[in-house]
């Protein structure tokens, strides 16, 4: 049996995310930054893309230093989009101080991209199949709208344009979908839209040393390990215009053996979805459970393999 480490992506971060983390993280942070990073998580920074997914970052990279004392393992890392730069970190596969540098460029790019009219659109309550249906009667070059993340067999989020996008949420309450609503982001992500900042953002890859990672790095768009630097550079730089597949990504875990799936902070999202496929085994929240606990059970998946 196997244990799998997940890191959340944007949507998931909270004001204050960041006071209460070790103090040798944030001052190491801040120093690579050259800024004070506590100042990144009130409610009005966290308005900007980039301080997002910089507290998105830290706070995955100081809870997994945490959680991983005295020679603790996993067997597998992956994460949702931004999340997949904590997961290369703890993964051994990038430093932190080179993950801190392109995460506040990858932001900066994204935040620029599209300042207004574009978004993100959660619709849930209709299979995969029917949304896909949906987007191909709406997308216009004029007005364009994508799948982007596919999170659950019902749940999945579209990127474009605000007017194609009310247009297929319109649609989808029509064929009875549950939910179908505009998110709190501005930026279509996951989409060919972003595929110009994505090759500025591999420009400023290709600069970067990365290492094969210690960790197995379960990538969030492909649903399966990489385990090549080349491919893992590829599947960093450019997953902000790939569609996120979490839905197949912990379904592959499970697959694999994994039987102990934990969720680095902030929040329990990537929980609730893991829950639909996991089952036998834990699920479960770094945020939700004492660290003691949550060791004791990496120690007990780490018994299971002897």
Known sequence: MSSLLVFPGQGAQQAGMLQRLPEEV???????????????????????????????????????RQLLQDGLTADYVAGLSIGAYPAAVVAGALSFSDALHLVSLRGE????????GYGMTAIIGLQ???????????????????????????????????????????????RGAGLAKRLAVSVPSHCPLLDEPAQTLAEAFAKVELRTPK??????????????????????AFNMCRVVDWRGTVQSAYERGVRLQIELPPGAVLTGLARRVFEQGTVTAFDSARLDTLQALLREEGGRRL
């Open 26 to 64: 944030l001052t190491e942070a801040s120093d690579v930054l050259g800024e004070d990073v506590l100042r990144l998580d009130s409610g009005e920074a966290l308005r900007t893309t980039r301080a997002v997914q910089l507290c998105l970052l830290i706070a995955g990279v100081a809870a997994s």
């Open 109 to 116: 790019l994204m935040q620029q991209a599209y300042p207004q």
């Open 128 to 174: 995969l199949s029917t949304v896909e249906t949906l987007l191909a009667q709406v997308h216009s070059e004029d007005s364009p709208v994508y799948l982007a993340n596919i999170n659950a067999d019902n749940q999945v989020v579209i990127a474009g344009s605000d007017e194609a996008m009310h247009a297929v949420a319109e649609l989808a309450r029509s």
């Open 215 to 236: 960790i197995a790095y379960l990538s969030g768009s492909r649903a399966r390990p990489v385990t090549k630097v080349e491919a893992l550079r590829d599947d960093l």
